[in-house]
């Protein structure tokens, strides 16, 4: 079947050992996680609808948590900045730099950073920027950008970093997976002591106490605010929480959404600058709260999106997501999240990602899994039905023309005439049709026997 | 012109303003995030014990069982938190810094600080800044050892956010560091320890 939606494409021209390992690794971790929720819970679905109450609940009152979480920083002694969009965050992160007169950062992975291609602006104009989780320093000496919110580089076999590696003169071929990661510690570990800044995303934030949460496996974050004397934490204002104890909650269902971790290693919750008396640790921790059109999807009809803890579970168990891989949605956020969030968060660049949210089965899978309860697919057609109203040419390649269709749905007198008719289809070859929609439908699908059209007559006759 | 935190704060009041009503916020009982019991345990201590070795994690309640363990694995020299180390006093063929040497990164092969907390439903280690003496000292080494009184290990995690008081920076850590980005193949010790070991003493 001729395929002319661009995710579609991608998918079938996909290298099948690029394909094999993207499907892989999703169906691995989706398991592992309905596994790990339902053999620690009695109620699973409760604490997932409950985290997505405190979420939205938060997201409503976001202009009372995010003064909050501002003052309580303050008192912790946490420089707290405000961007409204990338240039500025950018802008931001580089004069905090050059006041301190810095020249070189370690980034523990943040998908923000992403969004406003720091890595590369921070480089342009100078300084050193070296990715540490091992997934993203891949990432980044192949030039190449994350196929995946929890594990970047699900697209990648281990022969093609052994490659990436012998390339970079970390050690000769050698494409043992142990061997590779000793490597990258070994040359990571003089990157952490030497550099003058640490940068981070975040997790969460409580707005009570005004503590950044970071979640890693690797413990990267950790070092990144380890030897050096600035950590600057850059975060979408979507990510506050209310409390402390609401933390106990979300910690609890990342790790297990993400990796079927009952908690992920390292689950960091910092507030400001080091004790006085510490010897290691940051003595200026810089919160920056980014904007980047982040109200401007609260103020649409898919807010919801906003409660995501980009755990990827919806990625995991998406039959597109493990077809096409993580690049073919030609965004910062892939899968189902990224369905919703990239059209949104591209502003009046809607237009070009609107084929996004057709991208989808609506099986309705990530809104089973996901543990903030989004109901993804009704966004999906949410953003499906704007595509339409604006005439987003994109989403528009390959979909048949239904208009005769809705005018018979819409019609109660023709739709009932035609369903009283129904029995005439049995006799019509229906294949040679020749309207677009008929054959596009059918050039994959067989029609049933119709057996309907009697139920009206046998109502009517109801006492 | 407006600032950028002003900008953003009036943008979220435009984008809340026209919604008829808000969400509250739900009441929930700690239960919610309880796990259910995975076994029989006589104590938190044990159950500490049992879940820490789910999570690759070692335990010990003793130091001469730790002290073979570290020769075992040539692991003889290290840094040590002044406080404790009194431990290792007399413990021949191990020796240790009490003050930890940046340049001295790769030699250290274990590292001992004070544990803060430990969670028994998790085997997770709590390290509060405030306690511990050096945040290297409990990262950079292969083995880290946190030290926990018997009488800080806590239930679950709520238990242990209770704990956190107004320390500028906490670590809950549930064994070794470790990825997965390889091909979904699981690596012990990426940038962190390798080995996560907790000695609990009463």
Redesign the interface.
Known sequence: MKTQQQIDRTARDLDPEVHD?NF??AK??SERRYATLH????DPD??RE?AG??K??TL????TY??QAEASFQR??ATV????DDD?VNAKVLSIMNENNAKSVVKSKSMLTEETHMLKYLEENGKEVVE????EF?LQIDNDHPSHIV????HK??RG?AKSFEREGLGDYNDD??T???R??KH??QK??DADVGLTGGNFVSAE?G?VVLVT????A??C???NKIHIAVIG?EKLV?T??D???F??LIGRSG?G???????????????KD????PEQTHII?V?NRR??V??SDC?EILRCIRCGACLNVCPIYRQSGGHAYRSVYPGPVGAVLSPLLAGNRFPELADLPKASSLCGACNEVCPVNIPIPDLLLRLRDKAKREGAKVAMKGTPNLAMWATLCSQPTMWKTALSMGHTMNYIPTELVPHPSAKSWQGARKLPKFQGGEFRKWFKNRK | MSSDREKIFSAIRAALDPLPTRTEKPEWEESLVVCKPSGQFDSLKAQFADKLAFASGRFYDSVEPLAEFLKAEQSTFGYCDPALAHLLDGVEGITFDTEYDESKINEYSFGITKGSAGIAESGTIMLKDGDTSARLGALAPWIHIAVIDEADIVPHIPAAIERFGDDPSIIFATGPSKTADVEGILIEGVHGPGIQVALVLS
């Open positions: 390992s892989m690794g691995l971790k053999r620690d819970y009695d409760k604490l409950t109450l405190i939205q609940h409503e009152h976001l202009d995010l003064a912790n002694g900045h405000f961007a409204v500025a540490t989780d091992l997934g891949i594990t970047p580089i699900v076999n281990r970093i997976p142990e590779i990661t000793r990258a510690r990571l570990r952490y002591i106490s503590r496996n690797e413990g990267n950790r070092f605010m380890a030897a204002i209310p402390d104890r933390l106990g909650l910690l609890n990796t971790q009952q908690l992920t290693v390292y689950n960091q919750f910092i507030a400001g600058p080091k004790s510490q010897p290691h640790g709260f904007d109200t401007e609260l103020a807010r």
